[in-house]
């Protein structure tokens, strides 16, 4: 280990000379910033993933993006052995290792091996991808150089979605059981799960467009449509790639702007797609005969995946659990259908797709969704064997075996791992074609309750603490009063506040009737907490 300590010692001090100037924390998004301070990053984060392989004895991923961030921005991620985000504990790792001076650098790599019990002789392997940013390669090459340095088995897959690098790593540390770990594997079992699900009914095929960020996740639809039948689906992409990666286009600008991209043309009827820059996130929109833009969001999409599996559940008569999964910015009306009219459980967690993931688990069935438009379905092993037994289940009737087999069909078609914006387009199409809908009568399900989000720029946004999943503020003091008071004031109000993990900032969200009392309520909110916990510069206003 020495000797390899000093190797690496050596290396930085020649490409690094100087301390790190700047901090890092490893969070849902891994490490992201200006692609030009992440190149001590990415050395570090190299020998971070071998170490960790060399803990589990399984291969990890390492993913070069920035997703929905600017073209001049990048990141990396790192991707356990089954396709999760990286353990708690190795992001605190993460962290320590990034920000170590290079004097104190061998002391922490001491630590690190001796307080997760490493055995440093271990072999150690790592699977790289990234996205199409520019910086991407030059990122890749430090990452490699690391990697070569603790002597770990590497393979380069190039430019993939970072959900496909999660695939990838799922497949090799299961022996292909999951799937073949390879781009083209992907689209196989994809496709082939799609076919056997789409109704044998259909007259003509769904047609969508798609806004691809102009990144990564455009070229991989294309791809990907090789492989699925044309009297199925059709997609036509735009904002491919020819255009700047995230610039006004992509599920963020979608979701923010609350309207279509400029360079997306689209008519009445149109059902249209917005991936992220790393085609992780996924929302719908379309507009109505009067031209007006509507958004369906993670809520709905996890409304409509719940609805339908719940459906198929009830079919089986079972006693398989099932779940939806919301942070506080799940919209209320959202929340209210699922529990009312669905008749399904909701639990609430922190804002972070860990967090929903974490609790997604604990059910047989469990549905996750951010209002974003990232999150997935996961299954647990009793629901896969139970749904598999109930197929070949002669003493059941015919609607039951069919629910089952849809079910098992259903575990191939969603990416459990992680939530997966082409595998989600999959799943909501496969939905629509069943149900007979469109956009429309797909929105209706429920009316969205107007909402308004808004930033308040703070001194230190350690001074603002939350509970109860960030849906009450506990300091600073009577701030949660003033809330409290001003959504009394409105009918159906909802408005809560919580501090940025990036920034110093206050982030309000604010729920009300009419589009008016949600702009007003979240204005006056955010001047409540301009007022009591150090705000900097103008308060919010109504423009």
Same mark, same amino acid.
């Given at each position: 280990?020495? $000797?390899?300590?000093?190797a ?6 020649s ?14 998004a ?6 030009? *301070?992440l ?9 971070l ?21 600017p ?8 991707v ?9 504990q190795?992001?605190? *790792?993460?962290?320590? *290792?990034t ?11 001491s ?18 991808a ?9 990122l ?27 695939y ?16 083209? %594997? ?7 799960a799609f ?14 467009? *798609?806004d691809?960020?102009?990144?990564? %996740? ?50 009445? %009827? ?8 790393d $085609? ?18 993670g ?16 079919a ?27 008749q399904v ?23 996750y969704?951010?209002s974003?438009g ?7 092993e ?20 069919e ?26 199409e496969?939905?629509l074609m ?47 009063l003033?809330i ?14 919580r ?7 206050v ?25 009591l916990? %150090? ?9």
């Amino acid at each position: 280990m020495e $000797a390899t300590v000093a190797a690496i010692v050596e290396e930085e001090r020649s490409r690094f000379p100087a301390s790190p100037a700047k901090k890092f924390a490893y969070g849902t998004a891994g490490f992201r910033d200006k692609a030009e *301070l992440l190149d001590r990053v990415l050395f570090r984060v190299g020998i971070l993933a071998a170490l960790r392989s060399k803990c589990v004895g399984a291969t990890i991923g390492l993913m070069i993006t920035a997703s929905h961030n600017p073209i001049q921005d990048n990141g990396v991620k790192v991707v356990e052995p089954l396709g999760e985000m990286l353990v708690p504990q190795w992001e605190g *790792l993460s962290t320590e *290792l990034t920000n170590a001076s290079i004097e104190d650098l061998p002391s922490v790599l001491s630590s690190i091996v001796q307080s997760t019990r490493c055995d440093f002789h271990q072999p150690a392997k790592v699977a790289i991808a990234r996205d199409t940013r520019p910086s991407g390669p030059r990122l890749a090459a430090v990452l490699v150089k690391a990697l070569e340095l603790m002597k770990a088995e590497y393979t380069d897959y190039g430019i993939l979605t970072t959900p496909q690098l999660h695939y990838v790593v799922r497949c090799v540390n299961t022996n292909g059981a999951f799937g073949a770990p390879t781009e083209r %594997g992907y689209y196989q079992k994809l496709a082939a799960a799609f076919h056997s699900l789409v109704p044998k009914s259909m007259a003509s095929p769904a047609r969508v467009r *798609l806004d691809g960020a102009n990144g990564v %996740g455009a070229g991989k639809v294309k791809s990907l449509m090789q492989h699925i039948r044309g009297d199925a689906l059709v997609v036509e992409v735009c904002d491919d790639e020819s255009g700047t990666l995230n610039d006004k286009c992509g599920a963020d600008y979608v979701k923010s702007q609350q309207a279509a991209p400029p360079n997306l043309q689209y008519s009445v %009827g149109d059902r249209c797609i917005s991936f992220d820059g790393d $085609a992780d996130r996924i929302v719908y929109f379309y507009q109505d005969t009067g031209r007006r833009f509507h958004l369906l969001d993670g809520d709905k999409i996890a409304a409509l995946a719940a609805g339908f599996i719940a459906e198929k559940l009830r079919a089986l008569n079972s006693d398989l659990t099932i779940g939806v999964v919301q942070t506080a910015y799940a919209n209320g009306s959202a929340t209210a259908y699922l529990l009312n009219t669905l008749q399904v459980p909701v639990a609430c967690t922190l804002t972070g797709v860990k967090h929903l993931h974490h609790k997604a688990v604990e059910y047989d069935v469990g549905v996750y969704f951010e209002s974003n438009g990232h999150g997935t379905v996961v299954f647990s092993e009793r629901a896969i064997e139970t749904f598999k037994m109930s197929a070949e289940d002669e003493r059941l009737s015919g609607s039951a075996r069919e629910a089952a087999k849809r079910l098992c069909v259903l575990t191939e078609l969603i990416n459990q791992a992680v939530g997966d914006a082409i595998s989600d387009m999959l799943l909501v199409e496969v939905i629509l074609m069943h149900r007979g809908w469109g956009c429309m009568e797909w929105d209706s399900i429920y009316s969205e309750l107007p909402n308004k989000q808004l930033k308040v720029k703070v001194k230190d946004r350690s001074q603002v603490q939350t509970t109860d999943f960030e849906r009450r503020c506990v300091r600073p003091e009577g701030l949660q009063l003033e809330i409290d008071r001003l959504v009394a004031a409105q009918p159906k109000g909802r408005a809560f506040v919580r501090p940025s993990g990036t920034e110093d900032v206050v982030r309000v969200y604010a729920e009300a009737a009419t589009q008016v009392a949600a702009d007003s309520l979240a204005v006056q909110v955010g001047r409540k907490v301009h007022e009591l916990a %150090g705000g900097i510069g103008d308060p919010p206003s109504l423009l």
